[in-house]
């Protein structure tokens, strides 16, 4: 009898420290890392979920597809915090390992050091609560105003009236757990819709131009074309889009306040408010913006339409003096990247980029100015929440340049294999496809090489959008008849400058991995 209601007591409490749990990670992630935790799982859920499943529970649930999916999320964490917490120790190493996904997910969606505190904290929270209430299981209450008369050698749990004070002390404990989580999971909100509505207030001017040369979309001989199942979209959505920066916590800059100046080795430093650039001729541009850090194969790299001021005619103004060599964008929080300033003479895209995809920045991205620099490593160019533009000499070094990175880093010719995907088992005739990048000049070939054979030539995809044709990436694909056994498929890209990938593998640092994309797929 004991042994049940203790049982239930720990349901309850797991359930009530699960509620807590989330709500903590919650309201952190979106204090932290403008993220959530749930969102983040549940993106990852979508992303491991077969191609066919998440179309056709689109086809079901609509709309609803995206509460649905985070309900059951939230759901399945309640459950397992019941689970967790009629176990003792074996249920906190679950709880860990919850934890660890929850990091794992959060990291992968761009919610950085701020969304794996987030995690941590919740699941320390968790534990807490957990062990609080172990404690109190120790200790029995008393009933109310009572003596304790226990029979020596009996658990004082066996008096009714005790075990009733017991349980409702239990039940109060995990209602008032699940009450405050409750209450931070809707302050996370609350904080979100905060920042979101200085975010609304900034909207971008409907006409924009485009500097680009992009070429009217082509159809091949091979015909109009269906992107396979897994390929990378030529477009990165904008909260699928890589986050890689220092910030623990996500600026928030007020677009009322902020401004922007250009100074330095120049002859007449300007400032800029967020109205101001808004004001002007703005350009839309599709570049493909990538990490040093990316390793052969990674995600660390995204294609957007970026709009914004073009740099050049910003620099113009300011009319730079000619020992201002070097351009060094400055951060509210402290980053800062340079390059030089005559990567700018081939007129490559170079803005400071006020919306994405068509959208206001996303605070994650830098909002409400950045800069983007087709062709050149993030960090060197791509400096988000931008504070200042600073004309310098070469001698001045940015964030990276002492920690060992290039200080020179021009995006190397990179190609990866999107589909089929990583220890898939496949068979039969199918698709194999991916993405390829060589800016600023553009891919020219990209090629397939199955089991060390000869190198095909692949079908390619070069977008619709606007901008230079060179400094998006392209997808590539082909169609593979394999045969049965472990097959070696290896990808490699040429640009237009007649270069191909560098085949030999080299570590990022300090300029950037090379080496071609390999994958061992099964084929039964
Ligand atoms: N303020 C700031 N801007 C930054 C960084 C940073 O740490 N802080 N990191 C840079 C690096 S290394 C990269 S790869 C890009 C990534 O941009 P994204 O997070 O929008 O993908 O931002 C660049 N801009
Ligand atoms: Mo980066």
């Keep these: 009898m004991a042994r049940e209601s203790d049982m239930l007591r720990g349901v309850a409490v797991g359930m009530g420290s699960a509620i807590l749990a989330l709500g903590v990670g919650e309201f952190l992630g979106a204090a932290l890392a403008d993220a959530s935790l ?37 759901c399945v964490a309640v459950v397992l915090g019941g689970w967790v917490g009629s176990r003792g120790t074996s249920g906190r190493v679950a709880l860990g390992l919850a934890g660890l996904l929850g990091a794992l997910a959060a990291l992968r969606s761009g919610a950085g050091q701020g969304g794996v505190l987030a995690a941590a904290a919740a699941v320390g929270v968790g534990i807490f609560s957990l062990g609080a209430s172990q404690q109190k299981a120790d200790r029995p209450a008393v009933a109310d105003g009572e003596d304790l008369h226990v029979e020596v050698g009996a658990s004082p749990f066996e008096d009714p009236k005790v075990r009733a004070a017991t349980r409702r002390r239990f039940l109060g404990y995990a209602g008032g757990l699940t009450v405050a989580g409750g209450a931070l999971a809707l302050g996370s909100r609350a904080l979100a819709d905060r920042a979101s509505a200085s975010y609304r207030d900034v909207v971008l001017p409907s006409v924009r131009r485009t500097d ?9 001989t091979e015909g109009p074309w269906r992107p396979p199942d897994g390929l990378s979209s030529w477009i990165t959505p904008n909260d699928g889009f890589y986050r890689i920066d220092t910030a623990l916590v996500v600026p928030r800059v007020d677009p009322t306040s902020w401004s922007m100046r250009i100074d330095g080795l120049v002859d007449r430093p300007l400032t800029f408010t967020l109205d101001d650039l808004l004001a002007r001729d ?36 300011v009319g730079v003096r000619p020992d201002g ?18 990567v700018l003479d081939d007129a490559r895209t170079a803005l400071v980029a006020v919306g994405m995809n068509g959208d206001s920045l996303p605070f994650r991205h830098g909002f409400p100015a950045r800069l983007v620099i087709a062709g050149l490593y993030g960090y ?33 010719i990179a190609s990866r294999i999107d589909v089929p995907l990583r220890s898939q088992t496949v068979s039969g005739r199918q698709a194999v496809a991916g993405v390829a990048w060589a800016p600023v000049s553009g891919v020219e070939v990209v090629e397939l090489a199955v089991d060390d054979g000869p190198w095909e ?8 959008g606007p901008g230079r044709d060179g400094e998006s990436w392209v997808q590539w694909s082909t169609v593979w008849d ?15 400058a007649g270069q191909v990938q560098p085949e030999r593998p080299k570590h990022i640092a300090p300029d950037g991995a090379e080496g071609y994309h390999v994958r061992h797929i099964i084929v039964t």
């Design 325 to 342: 060599e070097q351009v060094m964008g400055r951060s509210v929080d402290g980053f800062s990247a340079g390059f030089p300033r005559s």
């Design 212 to 220: 680009g040369d992009r070429p009217a979309p082509t159809t091949t």
């Design 380 to 412: 060197v160019s791509a400096v988000k929440w931008l504070e200042q533009i600073e004309l310098t000499p070469m001698s001045v070094d940015g964030y990276w340049i002492p920690r060992g990175w290039a200080k020179e880093a021009p995006v190397k």
């Design 282 to 317: 703005l350009v839309d541009a599709a570049v493909t913006l990538s990490c040093v850090s990316n390793e052969v194969g990674g995600h660390l790299v995204g294609n957007a339409v970026w709009t914004g001021v073009p740099l050049i005619e910003l620099l113009e103004e």
């Design 482 to 496: 394999p045969q049965p056994g472990t097959r070696k498929l290896q990808v490699r890209a040429w640009d237009r």
């Design 457 to 464: 030539e692949c079908r390619l995809e070069r977008g619709v």
């Design 38 to 74: 749930v969102a983040s799982v549940g993106d990852v859920a979508v992303d491991l979920a077969p191609g066919w499943l998440v179309r056709r529970t689109i086809g079901i649930l609509g709309a609803a597809q995206k509460p649905a999916l985070l309900t059951g999320i939230i």
